[in-house]
């Protein structure tokens, strides 16, 4: 969707994706692949959400644990079936609330974190899913293990931690083509088993379906601009 055609409705901006990611998977030869839309609700009010909620859409991000934990308990304890899903940096002092409220955390990305996690899993029996980002574009102010190494240390996750990491993310340098990053991490997917591929966000969500996306993390094209965050 160009700007212009973002509305001030999140469901009907949800519906419009819904149909433009549908016909990029068809013309790039993935049409029967299902790309699911992480709804990217930080910074936005509950009344914004449950909009969505109602609508039926369960997938959100968020990039903060503090903003999450404020808003969502709540909206968890109304409506069944949410995926939550963390897409900011995680530090280790909020590992336990990161496992106790998130289904899917996408930022794993170093062995401190990794760690902290699955000391987490094993003492609340909760399995969040989990992903490894990667800083295809290694930038030094980006999160992320670099492309040299995240082989190593999604094998450092399995075998040392005991993680069952099942998929990669990133977020390619703002201002370059994306595409060449997002062929970057299905490539490291591939070679690693892995079957989940976040990335693709407003402005590139078409072009990580092509290459192979099986999420996208889209907030702007779906609630409008953000004044923050
Ligand atoms: C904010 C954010 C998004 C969504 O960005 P939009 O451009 O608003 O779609 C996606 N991924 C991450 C990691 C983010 O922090």
Redesign the pocket.
């Known amino acids: 969707m160009t700007p212009s055609q973002i509305s001030n409705d999140p469901a009907a901006n949800l519906d419009a994706l819904r149909t433009e990611l549908k016909a990029a998977v068809k013309e790039a030869g993935r049409p029967s692949e299902r790309v699911e839309i992480?709804a990217?609700s930080?910074t936005f009010p509950a009344e914004h959400i449950t909009t969505l909620l109602d609508a039926g859409h369960r997938i959100f991000?968020e990039?903060r644990v503090q903003e999450a934990t404020a808003k969502w308990p709540a909206l968890k304890a109304q409506y069944s079936e949410v995926e939550l899903h963390l897409?900011?940096p995680l530090q280790s002092n909020k590992a336990k609330e990161a496992v106790s409220l998130f289904d899917v955390i996408?930022?794993v990305d170093r062995p401190k974190i990794a760690k902290a996690i699955a000391s987490e899993i094993q003492k609340q029996g909760r399995r969040p899913g989990l992903l490894v980002q990667v800083n295809t574009g290694e930038e030094a102010q980006k999160a992320g293990v670099s492309p040299d190494e995240a082989d190593a240390f999604v094998r450092q996750c399995r075998e040392e931690f005991g993680l069952d990491v099942t998929g990669l993310?990133c977020?390619p340098p703002a201002g370059e083509d994306p595409a060449p990053h997002f062929a970057l991490l299905a490539k490291i997917a591939a070679r690693n088993g892995l079957k989940t591929l976040?990335m693709g966000?407003?402005?590139d969500?078409v072009v990580a379906a092509q290459l192979g996306a099986t999420h996208v993390?889209?907030?702007?094209?779906?609630?409008g601009?953000?004044s923050s965050?």
Not at 217 to 223: K, M, P
């Open positions: 992480i990217v930080k991000g990039n897409i900011g996408e930022t993310m977020i976040s966000m407003s402005g969500y993390r889209v907030g702007s094209a779906i609630f601009a953000r965050g």
